[in-house]
């Protein structure tokens, strides 16, 4: 029918780099990562969204090639 | 306590948004007949299954009901998994799953009119098509009250809005949408709340500083000193610990009767195995969701505790903003969105924020997706319109009224949710429900697989006195301190249990009890009216063995799966003990 790793990689993928971005965008904003005692946690979670999309995307195109 | 949210969190939401609906939209032109769209036509791997199987599960009411329950009970609250859903997964798995699936009922039922007649049939359809829309009215209610506080949200705006995106994709995509989506939703829950966990536990000391900070708190309660962060420990009197129960409640009531109840009847969740492509893969769902269920109290419960300890802190935010009841005590089910308020910033806000809207979406698609097959099957199918003979024909039919139910049904939860409205601890609650109509459910289908000689009659009259019985002792009880008569004492006051949970677990011991003895009672002075060939594949002494799978790795076969299952699980009990 679908694959369903494809969507889910490709949202995850999305907001992985969006977060990625944002976090970075903020690093100087002290201030708003007192809350998260002072870890940019956008950053991590950003890159780890990101990483999971891509190996969710990666099993799903290596799935459709066998 | 308003918390605000920024654009960056909003449009996580609305890319979350435009993916299940996108998933729906995409999944819509394989929607062919009623066997696609309610049954999923029987075709999901297992590890989707599995973890669809795990996601309905994880609705908001027991993200935000376990996640209070830790900040009530501590630690002592992962009995509601370790031993509260891992054995009774692992023996659906096993002993109950070969005849459900290899039964080819489409609804649990269904296999009850297989096993036993139209009538039982009847009486589990319309009690069970009552549960699932009052289960998901309740949770649609509890979100958008919070959303509402916290947020700011407009309460009839969020009602709304999230029924209607679950309504979208469930009309779109049925069964196979909510499952596709239940996937999707397991990761967004499970990466939405990660960075909350860390950062709390980091808060506190790790968990060696937080066993140091509850150390005075629970003494203060009159409890020993490590109450909060252990498990079986203090459970040898009720009085000692705070769930309230002793060993033997927690373990017959709990971990047996309200988790077998649960677990190996409820259609909403047993439904997801039901779709997996073959017998070996529904053997397999349920263990292959057993596994994150075991580490879900890490996700939802521990931070539940750590809440404790910022509680009694009372010079932070946290402590001073926390909502507090009539009575001064706090108001459990804000536990998780006061944690999220605490600990994230802009950005991951927005991924906990829709963690929390996943959760309930999978838990209301779950609803919808088994009341409109109840309602399709089992009522309308049975007592409406039966089948024409024209197989192409009533496929179009059933799929017609299937997409109609399940805006009803929709429609019915809205309803419901405008009705619930004072329920204290809802998961209390919804355990009272569950109780009443899972736990006799459990003796009729457990009898009805291992004994052939169950009948019928001694099934309906099980179910109904189990389901009577249990009302009547609600009704005759209390927990110490109730003012409301939902909470039991509508008739009268015989007895008085120290906590709600307690008088909880004895309503569904005694439901399981009645059941099974006058089931078995009745099966000796009532005729057998199914002949052994009608059984066949039904009860376990009347189908043959299963093919031989020892040829596979051990992993591939369900007892291989199992043993790895219940390993991890008594090393986690042992480990907190």
């Not at chain 2, 249990?497 to 099966?523: D, K």
Request: with cysteine.
């Amino acid at each position: 029918m679908v694959d369903i790793r494809i969507p889910i990689g490709l949202m995850f993928t999305i907001i992985g780099i969006l977060i990625t971005v944002f976090g970075f965008a903020t690093m100087s904003n002290t201030g708003m990562y007192q809350k998260s005692l002072g870890i940019n946690v956008n950053i991590i979670m950003g890159i780890l969204m990101l990483v999971f999309g891509l190996v969710m995307l990666y099993f799903a195109r290596r799935k459709k090639k066998v | 306590m308003k918390v605000d949210l920024s654009w960056i969190d909003y449009l996580i939401m609305i890319i979350y948004f435009l993916f299940v609906l996108g998933i729906g939209w995409f999944l819509r032109k394989f929607m062919k007949n009623a066997n696609a769209f309610l049954e999923a036509g029987r075709s999901m791997p297992a590890w989707v299954a599995g973890l669809a199987f795990i996601s309905t599960n994880l609705g908001a009411l027991e993200v935000m009901g376990m996640t209070g329950s830790g900040m009530k009970y501590g630690m002592l609250t992962t009995h509601f998994y370790w031993i509260g859903a891992i054995p009774a997964m692992i023996f659906l798995a096993l002993f109950m799953m070969p005849f459900y699936y290899g039964s080819k009922a489409r609804s649990v039922p269904e296999f009850l009119k297989l096993r036993y007649d139209e009538k039982t049939r009847g009486l589990n359809a319309i009690l069970f098509a009552v549960m699932t829309v009052l289960a998901s009215g309740i949770s649609m209610y509890a979100l958008a009250i919070l959303m509402e506080n916290v947020l700011g949200w407009n309460f009839n705006m969020s009602l709304w809005v999230s029924a209607l995106i679950v309504l979208g994709y469930t009309y779109l995509g049925g069964l196979s949408s909510a499952i596709y989506n239940e996937v999707l939703q397991f990761f967004i829950i499970v990466i939405g709340l990660l960075p909350l966990v860390f950062l709390a536990l980091k808060d506190v000391g790790g968990w060696v500083g937080l066993k140091a900070q509850l150390a005075p708190i629970s003494q203060a309660k009159g409890f020993a000193a490590d109450t909060f962060t252990t498990t079986w420990k203090y459970s040898g009197a009720a009085g000692s610990n705070p769930l309230g129960v002793e060993w033997f409640g927690i373990l017959f009531g709990l971990g047996f009767v309200l988790s077998f109840g649960y677990w190996c009847t409820n259609f909403l969740i047993v439904q997801r195995a039901f779709a997996a492509e073959s017998k070996a893969a529904a053997r397999k769902v349920p263990l292959i969701g057993a596994i994150p269920k075991m580490f879900i109290p890490f996700l939802i419960i521990v931070p539940g505790i750590i809440a404790l300890a910022l509680f009694n802190n009372p010079g932070i935010d946290f402590a001073k903003n926390f909502p507090l009841d009539a009575a001064g005590k706090p108001i459990y089910d804000y536990t998780i969105i006061m944690l999220l308020k605490q600990y994230l910033p802009a950005g991951v806000l927005g991924l906990g924020i829709t963690a929390l809207l996943a959760s309930f979406m999978s838990g209301m698609a779950g609803n919808v997706s088994a009341f409109n097959t109840v309602w399709t099957y089992d009522i309308y199918q049975s007592y409406i319109r039966p089948r024409s003979g024209n197989e192409e024909a009533d496929g179009k039919h059933y799929l017609k009224v299937g997409r109609i139910a399940t805006i009803f049904g929709i429609l019915l939860s809205i309803a419901s949710a405008y009705i619930a409205s004072k329920f204290g601890n809802i998961m209390d609650f919804l355990q009272t429900i569950f109780s009443l109509i899972n736990a006799p459910l459990f003796a009729v289908i457990f009898l009805g697989m291992f004994w052939k000689r169950t009948t019928g009659h001694a099934a309906f009259t099980g179910l109904l006195a189990g389901f009577l019985l249990a009302l009547l002792h609600h009704g005759l009880t209390i927990p110490d301190g109730a003012t409301t008569l939902v909470k039991g004492g509508w008739i009268a006051v015989l007895h008085t249990y120290p906590v709600e949970m307690a008088q909880n677990f004895w309503t569904a011991i005694i439901a399981f009890g009645v059941s099974s003895v006058v089931t078995v009672g009745l099966t000796f002075v009532t005729r057998q009216k199914k002949s052994d060939e009608e059984l066949h594949g039904l009860v376990y002494s009347l189908t043959p063995r299963e093919l031989n799978d020892s040829h596979l790795p051990w992993y591939e076969r369900p007892a291989g799966l199992a043993i790895l299952v219940g390993v991890i699980c008594i090393v986690l009990t042992i480990m907190f003990w």
